[in-house]
Nanobody, 120 residues
Framework: QVQLAESGGGLVQAGGSLRLSCVASGRTSSIVGLSWGWFRQAPGKEREFVSAIDWRGAATQYAASGKGRFTISRDNAKNTVYLQMNSLKPEDTAVYSC???????????WGQGTQVTVSS
């Protein structure tokens, strides 16, 4: 069994930055070769894709909402993926969750999420 745990969320003013982390634990051999992704869900809205990165870190993908402001990265030695978020806006307020899976469209393992609140 693999567990994903996010951290780094919090309250920040508009224009500020946060760095989210997601650490895998448990049977981490199961995530070797997998891609990682970040998703978010705001109150009353559907969960939406934020960003993804492949195992080697060679390929990344971003939703239009975060392109140019968010940067995804990973450290396989630490079983960790990061999401650096700059120039945050109130509309970025959501619960951010990480996930791991075989492709950018197929995620098998999910974390519980971390709350990000951006005040105006």
């Amino acid at each position: 069994q693999v567990q994903l745990a996010e951290s780094g969320g919090g309250l920040v003013q508009a224009g500020g930055s946060l760095r989210l982390s997601c650490v895998a634990s448990g049977r981490t051999s199961s995530i070797v070769g997998l891609s990682w992704g970040w998703f978010r869900q705001a109150p009353g809205k559907e969960r939406e894709f934020v960003s993804a990165i492949d195992w080697r870190g060679a390929a990344t993908q971003y939703a239009a909402s975060g392109k140019g402001r968010f940067t995804i990265s990973r450290d396989n030695a630490k079983n960790t993926v990061y999401l650096q978020m700059n120039s945050l806006k109130p509309e970025d307020t959501a619960v951010y969750s990480c996930a791991a899976g075989s492709t950018f469209a197929t995620f098998k393992y999910w974390g519980q999420g971390t709350q990000v609140t951006v005040s105006s």
